[in-house]
């Protein structure tokens, strides 16, 4: 791998030595304790809904999976598995997060349609190849990166859970095309787009431009899909109210 692209998760694995490559930083390492205490006082304090710790909890093996287990480093071989990161840290975590920490986060403002634009935003531009490259080369800029997409998305959801059915759903229904359409564009680049990975792949015997047409489809189909079955879900649960509400109004 160019030394220039050594990112936060390390220089990108051959297939040989990948299933070697735990993260050991003790500043993560370090993190991840003071958060599974911070959950075992909550536990223990009974300050948060079985529901929340168990969403917490989640939220806590999911980030030890993503960014301490060999998929940290792999992730800097394929840009497909970094977009695998990264529709788990918005579609996973962070609405996970957004449950968990409800009653702390209540008090924040979230705007639903403002959210919605600073989560795409957001994402948009992490995608960018320029920005891209710049958060593989500077372990500051890659914190940043995956800072600014837990904490949108984690507003996003926050704010989709606080509005009306119809608004969430219309809400989630622009991120999904939105997504689906950046998944779509890098599909369908003509060239390889992203300097990181125009070396990483090849000692796997994959071209840099086979690891993104695939990134591009894992964003286009299982990211909006996951999106659309959000909006789906809110749709049903409107609609059984609206069911029950009229049974309940019906003279007798």
């Given at each position: 791998m160019d030394g220039r692209w050594i990112p936060y998760c390390g220089e990108a694995p051959g297939p040989d030595a990948w299933l070697s490559r735990w993260n050991l930083d003790p500043v993560l390492g370090t993190g991840l304790v003071l958060l599974a205490l911070a959950l075992w006082r909550l536990s223990a304090a009974r300050a948060a809904t079985p529901r929340q710790l168990r969403c917490l909890r989640c939220a806590w093996t999911l980030t030890g999976l993503l960014y301490v287990s060999p998929l940290c480093a792999l992730s800097s071989a394929f840009f497909t598995v970094r977009v695998i990161h990264h529709i788990a840290l918005v579609l996973a975590i962070a609405p996970l997060v957004a449950i968990g920490l409800e009653r702390w986060l209540r008090c924040l403002p979230t705007p639903l349609w403002a959210c919605t634009a600073i989560a795409s935003v957001t994402f948009w531009t992490w995608h960018a190849p320029a920005p891209y490259a710049a958060a593989l080369s500077s372990v500051a800029l890659y914190?940043?990166?995956?800072?600014?997409?837990?904490?949108?998305?984690?507003?996003?959801?926050?704010?989709?859970?606080?509005?009306?059915?119809?608004?969430?759903?219309?809400?989630?229904?622009?991120?999904?095309?939105?997504?689906?359409?950046?998944?779509?564009?890098?599909?369908?680049?003509?060239?390889?787009?992203?300097?990181?990975?125009?070396?990483s792949t090849l000692s796997w015997g994959v071209s840099p431009l086979q690891d993104q047409q695939l990134a591009g489809i894992v964003m286009w189909a299982p990211g909006s899909m996951a999106y659309l079955a959000a909006a789906m879900w809110i749709g049903w649960r409107w609609m059984r109210a609206e069911r029950a509400r009229g049974l309940r109004t019906e003279p007798a």
């Open positions: 914190a940043l990166m995956q800072l600014t997409l837990l904490a949108s998305a984690t507003a996003f959801w926050v704010a989709v859970r606080r509005s009306g059915a119809v608004a969430a759903t219309g809400a989630i229904l622009a991120t999904t095309v939105l997504m689906g359409l950046l998944g779509a564009l890098i599909t369908f680049a003509a060239r390889p787009l992203y300097a990181p990975h125009f070396a």
